[in-house]
């Protein structure tokens, strides 16, 4: 099946600092591809739909500014948490959708988990 | 707007317990896919099964099956034979078939804990 991986899987940083976190395809090509982040003991929140070559599209709530997503390539899109606070901390999850795929089933990544200290 | 409600949070059984997982949803789209997901510990989402509006044949694989009833909008998962490995958060979700957004909408999941 499809493969998405994501990297890094753990991040620990200071607050204010930056952190960028990658999602790749790694056996097909997807114009979308969604991140989503997950509270503890919660359910899996969309964020955004990244769509190559254009600008992602944000969900109600999240801030553009804060959660800057960039879809460069058919096989990498990354969310970079700027000047990141605690409250940022979460696991941030993507997808990609295989548009050769028959019922728009999305491949998820790993996750990576994001502790702001 | 597009809502799936798993009413039971957590769920405790004992190994080859039957257990089933309930999933109501809430669309008013006419083709729409449902999922179910596995998360386990890791954090790493597993699919299990997706099924769109218009097949509402039930399913069986291997000790998973599922039952898919448009009446009632709901997509209920049964595991048989329960096993330790089987721990794990569900998750049941909807997607939109039409407008090209394909969001998933995922429910709040229900926490299965099988005790040996």
């Known amino acids: 099946g499809a493969v998405v991986s994501q990297h890094p899987s753990r991040v620990i940083c200071k607050s204010g600092t930056s952190v960028k976190i990658e999602c790749r395809s790694l056996?097909?090509?997807?114009?979308?591809m969604f991140w989503y982040r997950q509270f503890p003991k919660q359910s899996l929140m969309l964020m955004a739909t990244s769509n190559e070559g254009s600008k992602a599209t944000y969900e109600q709530g999240v801030e553009k500014d804060k959660f800057l997503i960039n879809h460069a390539s058919l096989t990498l899109s990354t969310l970079t948490v700027t000047s990141a606070h605690p409250e940022d901390s979460s696991f941030y999850i993507c997808?990609?959708?295989?548009?050769?795929?028959?019922?728009?089933?999305?491949?998820f990544g790993p996750g990576t988990r994001l502790t702001v200290l | 707007a597009q809502k799936v409600t798993q009413a039971q949070t957590e769920i405790s059984v004992v190994e080859k317990e039957d257990v089933t997982l309930d999933c109501v949803y809430e669309?008013?789209?006419?083709?729409?896919?449902l999922f179910w997901y596995k998360q386990p510990p890791s954090g790493e989402l597993v699919f299990l099964i997706r099924r769109n509006s218009f097949d509402e044949q039930n399913e069986i694989s291997g000790r998973y099956s599922w039952n898919f009833q448009k009446s009632t909008s709901s997509f209920n998962f049964t595991i048989t034979a329960s096993q330790v490995v089987d721990s794990a958060v569900y998750f049941c979700a909807l997607s939109e078939a039409q407008g090209g957004s394909e969001k998933l909408v995922f429910g709040k999941g229900t926490k299965l804990t099988v005790n040996p």
């Open positions: 056996d097909f090509q997807a114009t979308t």
């Open positions: 997808s990609a959708r295989d548009p050769n795929g028959v019922y728009n089933e999305q491949f």
């Open positions: 669309t008013r789209d006419t083709t729409y896919y």
